[in-house]
Nanobody
Framework: QMHLVESGGGLVQAGGSLRLSCAASRSMFPMNAVGWYRQALGKQRELVAA???????NYTDSVKGRFTISRDNAKNTVYLQMNSLKAEYTAVYYC???????????????????WGQGTQVTVSS
């Protein structure tokens, strides 16, 4: 079973940047897709960015133009570059992967079969 470990979270001022990393215990892309979710306090977990094995990317509207998902196959790592951060982006960010779900399905419900432990991102206003 593949394990995912996120890193790179922290405290940053509004307008700043962070890069999150999701390191896998083996190659990720037998998996159909890898995504970054976030969950703010008292809110549902939402998909913010996703990347398919074929290289297709998808972003939720609120982060388009600010976030970029990418991968380094040699390092078994997926990244989330977050720029122009806003206070409302404060949340725990989770990396998740699934070997059968489409991005559309991943966005409707957080039911991926593999999850990391999450990393806290706090954006101060």
């Amino acid at each position: 079973q593949m394990h995912l470990v996120e890193s790179g979270g922290g405290l940053v001022q509004a307008g700043g940047s962070l890069r999150l990393s999701c390191a896998a215990s083996r190659s990720m892309f037998p998996m159909n897709a890898v995504g970054w979710y976030r969950q703010a306090l008292g809110k549902q977990r939402e998909l913010v960015a996703a990347l398919t094995a074929g290289g297709t990317t998808n972003y939720t509207d609120s982060v388009k133009g600010r976030f970029t998902i990418s991968r380094d196959n040699a390092k078994n790592t997926v990244y989330l570059q977050m720029n122009s951060l806003k206070a409302e982006y404060t949340a725990v960010y989770y990396c998740a992967a699934d070997n059968g779900l489409t991005i559309a399905r991943m966005s409707r419900q957080p039911i991926c079969n593999t999850w990391g432990q999450g990393t806290q991102v706090t954006v101060s206003s």
